[in-house]
């Protein structure tokens, strides 16, 4: 017979009490549930089925009941090229979600553009002129790993949140306000550009 | 049942057809731009084209050797006989109207949709004659030889949209 695999009941005695601050509480429960919204646009969709399906197994982050709805997701992974005609209906969908929402952009042609960086007339470079974006995750397409990783740089992005705060509890000192924070997050492979750069290939020179 | 031949030669027979060429036993036909409905009409109604498999267009402008500017392809199919038939209309500009076939074969609805949205091929009496692909804003083009092929909506300077401002 398999014993239970004793977790956290193994390791305190029985009649312990836990102590937490509500705002850890809040975003333990927010990372360990991100439900995502059931949409792909083009090829990169095709990775992010596979990260939700058996061999990645995006349920293993507690990320893995797509929702068919934007009123019941807390997270877009806009996975694939984003037109034009499209773009106004990613914006929508967006604003249909409850907050706290977030947004991962999913391969090159989210990123900016992609392999339509330059020719094409229907793409437009980067979601993030059309919604906010939270991470970026750069490939094309990237593959399902990568994905995880972006997933779980959102999870470090809600356990940082600081909660909004007023002055109306007692505990509190009247008057005082703390703002709602999100930070970036940790080893997030964000560096400053080292100063206004030469372009050095034709598609980086900026023309007319 | 009548072989391609025999259609064509019956089209010829009616002063319809202005050319037609044979390639890997494909026929294609070449009809006026105001000949086309009769045309697609007596093609339906007598040979059993009751099929408008695809409708698109080529722009041969600087195409070598090419005298029209835009190239209409009707595709036909016939489900009894199991035969093909493709129809080409040239069209030049400012003239660049034919008559829809729509009332003929319902596919055509969408397809010359995207030939309107992509080559601005205007066709009369269509429905609901609106861009197909691109949005509604879109003003031009795309898919005639003479669109820029850079600097049309590039990322450089685009402001990008941060939570706050969502
Ligand atoms: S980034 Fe590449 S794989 Fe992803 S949607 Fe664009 S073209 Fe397809």
């Known amino acids: ?208 | 049942m009548a072989t391609i031949a025999e259609i064509v030669e019956a089209l010829e027979e009616s002063g319809d057809v202005v050319a037609t060429s044979t390639f890997r036993g494909d026929t294609r036909v070449v009809v006026l731009p105001e000949r086309l409905a009769p045309v697609a009409r007596r093609l339906q109604v007598e040979f059993g084209f009751d099929m408008l498999i695809d409708v698109t267009c080529v722009d041969y402008l600087q195409y070598p050797g090419a005298r029209d500017r835009f190239g209409l392809v009707y595709s036909l199919f016939s489900t009894e006989s199991n035969q093909r038939l493709w129809l080409r209309v040239f069209l030049n500009e400012p003239d660049l109207e034919v008559d829809s076939l729509v009332p003929l074969w319902e596919s055509a609805n969408w397809m010359e949709r995207e030939v309107y949205d992509l080559f601005g091929i205007r066709f009369r009496r269509h429905p609901d004659l609106r861009r197909i692909l691109l949005p509604e804003a879109f003003t031009s083009h795309p898919l005639r030889k003479d669109y820029p092929l850079q600097g049309r909506g590039e990322r450089h300077h685009l402001p990008v949209i941060e939570r706050g401002e969502s």
């Not at chain 1, 990775?47 to 019941?72: H, I, K, L, N, V």
């Not at chain 1, 002129?129 to 094309?140: A, F, Q, R, T």
Request: net charge positive; charged share 20%.
């Open chain 1, 1 to 208: 017979m398999i014993q239970p695999q004793p977790w956290i009941e193994g390791r305190l005695p029985a009649d312990s009490v836990i102590t937490t601050t509500v705002e850890q509480a809040i975003n333990w429960a927010r990372q360990s549930s991100i439900w995502p919204m059931t949409f792909g646009l083009a090829c990169c969709a095709i990775e992010m089925m596979s990260a939700g399906a058996s061999r990645y197994d995006m349920d293993r982050f507690g990320a893995g009941a797509f929702r068919a709805t934007p009123r019941q997701a807390d997270l877009m992974i806009v996975a694939g090229t984003v037109t034009y005609k499209m773009a106004s209906r990613v914006r929508r969908l967006y604003h249909m979600m409850p907050d706290p929402k977030f947004v991962i952009a999913m391969g090159a042609c989210t990123v900016g553009g992609g392999p339509y960086f330059k020719w094409g007339y229907h793409v437009v470079k980067g979601v993030d002129l059309v919604v906010p974006v939270d991470v970026y995750v750069p490939g094309c397409p990237p593959r399902p790993e990568a994905l995880l990783e972006g997933l779980m740089r959102i999870q470090d992005k809600i356990k940082a949140h600081r909660i909004g705060k007023t002055g109306d509890a007692a505990w509190f000192k009247p008057g005082e306000k703390v703002e709602d924070r999100l930070p970036l997050p940790h080893h997030t492979g964000h560096v400053a550009a080292p100063g206004p750069q030469q372009a050095r290939t034709d598609h980086q020179k900026i023309k007319g």
